[in-house]
């Protein structure tokens, strides 16, 4: 071959190579882009994936109206996916199905170098199907109604406290069939309502009435231990009796006129003086609940039972009569709380002096009470010290037996007159140390319910 040919041949081949080059350089480039951009769309899949998992958490675990549950999915998948990094939210979706709720999400990533096809932006989407699966609770709400509850009007405090509880344990639902919960306010004794009467030993002559401060208000005297403390039906552990408190020479009420009334504070002369309001068993009405605790008042004479109080909290959630609106025992569809609060030491009050005209000392060793008189020496002695430490002992027991049917229990202490003694009975009453405060004022009342309340709601939603 001449030089000729063979320079004219070379440039020939040159220029089949740059075609040849050419041809390939531009799927080369697609393939180089693509593989970028698919690696910084799997970064953006995998980024919205955590963050529709997290949300479907949330719906696992949130209540209220579908339209609500959207709102805070929305708002989750979006704090949880930054969009200072890569890609954009265009969409947060949720599809509920009975107790099934499908969350999905959307996002958009602008091409790094696939926009020179004509390839602006892909779009990338995820979903995740959860069991929203809610538990009930049931709720014993056990407040003391003790008459040192006047002291700077704490029973005030109480009532927003148990309300804000209520509101946040209700969230913004009026009437909720998961959520049940009772009223049982305590002094010296707990009134258990119409609802006990068949249960309650009757007096010749005397019936009960709501509205007749002489006849019989709803309080009883308990049955002897370990019965006081127990929830046995009463083929096991008897009737309870009527407190009735007779006429006597610390409460006159036959020969001088009654006085009947919180107002009248241990001036009180009738036959149910230290009887508090009736127990609410447990309801799944909020407004109902509501008025309830925002007609609490204190009611003086006769000192503070918690024992007693307690017990019938206890009670009130139990499917064993005398209330029966309770779910079994066991049922891995409920759970049973107890949040009992306190102002003052367990024991029986010094005897009152309110007979009027006669201010002669007092014979009796104590007001009555749900332990009847100290001088009946129902807890075994007539010692008011030894009486005392009875009925803390009581306490402790029946603490014991409530979180052996695995009932959570929660206890509140409030202000600064509790001594330490009952601070420590309180402390070891509740199911751990978490679930046991000592609230020194009222704002603290108020925080630690409402505290209480939100914890309720997320325990009753099971992940």
């Not at 639902?173 to 049940?180: C, E, L, M, Q, W």
Request: hydrophobic share 35%; charged share 20%.
């Amino acid at each position: 071959m001449s030089i000729l040919s063979f320079r004219q041949f070379w440039v020939e081949k040159q220029g089949n190579a740059a075609l040849v080059f050419g041809l390939f350089l531009l799927p080369m480039m697609a393939a180089i882009g693509m593989s970028v951009d698919i690696a910084r769309l799997h970064l953006v899949k995998t980024r919205l994936g955590y963050a529709v998992d997290a949300a479907g958490l949330a719906a696992a675990s949130s209540h209220g109206t579908e339209s609500e549950i959207e709102q805070r999915l929305d708002a989750f998948v979006r704090a949880n996916f930054s969009e200072d990094q890569l890609g954009e939210i265009t969409s947060v979706d949720a599809v509920f199905d009975g107790n099934f709720v499908t969350v999905s999400a959307s996002a958009r990533l602008e091409t790094s170098i696939m926009f020179l096809f004509d390839q602006d932006e892909v779009v990338v989407s995820v979903e995740n199907e959860v069991l929203r699966e809610t538990k009930g609770v049931e709720v014993a709400l056990v407040l003391d109604t003790t008459g040192s509850m006047w002291t700077g009007n704490n029973y005030l405090a109480l009532r927003d406290a148990a309300t804000l509880f209520l509101n946040e344990i209700y969230g913004d639902d009026n009437d909720n069939d998961k959520i049940r919960v009772s009223i049982v306010p305590y002094s010296a004794s707990v009134n258990v309502g119409a609802e006990a009467i068949p249960y309650v030993n009757p007096i010749s002559g005397v019936s009960y009435s709501t509205t007749n401060p002489l006849q019989w208000k709803g309080c009883v005297f308990e049955r002897p231990y370990p019965h006081d403390i127990q929830d046995t039906t009463i083929e096991v552990g008897g009737r309870w009796g009527m407190y009735y408190w007779r006429s006597s020479l610390d409460n006159y009420w036959t020969t001088y006129n009654y006085r009947y009334g919180y107002n009248y504070g241990t001036s009180q002369r009738n036959p149910n003086a230290g009887c508090p309001q009736s127990i609410m068993p447990l309801s799944t009405d909020r407004v109902a609940l509501t008025t309830k605790v925002q007609g609490l008042f204190p009611w003086s004479r006769g000192g503070t039972m918690g024992p007693l109080g307690l017990a019938w909290g206890w009670r009130t959630l139990s499917e064993a009569p005398p209330f029966t609106e309770g779910s079994p025992y066991g049922d891995p569809e409920w759970r049973k709380i107890i949040v009992m609060m306190t102002d003052g030491d367990n024991m029986y009050s010094s005897p009152s002096y309110v007979t009027y005209p006669y201010y002669q000392s007092n014979p009796y060793r104590s007001d009555m009470t749900g332990y009847r008189r100290l001088d009946d020496a129902a807890l075994g002695t007539q010692n008011w010290y030894t009486a005392r430490s009875r009925i803390n002992q009581r306490l402790e027991e029946v603490c014991n037996l409530i979180k052996e049917q695995d009932i959570t229990i929660y206890t509140v202490t409030f202000t600064s007159s509790i001594d330490q003694t009952t601070r420590d009975y309180y402390r070891r009453c509740a199911s751990d140390d978490a679930k046991y405060t000592y609230a020194a004022t009222q704002e603290e009342l108020r925080r630690t319910f409402q505290t209480i309340g939100g914890e309720l709601s997320n325990l009753r939603l099971t992940r």
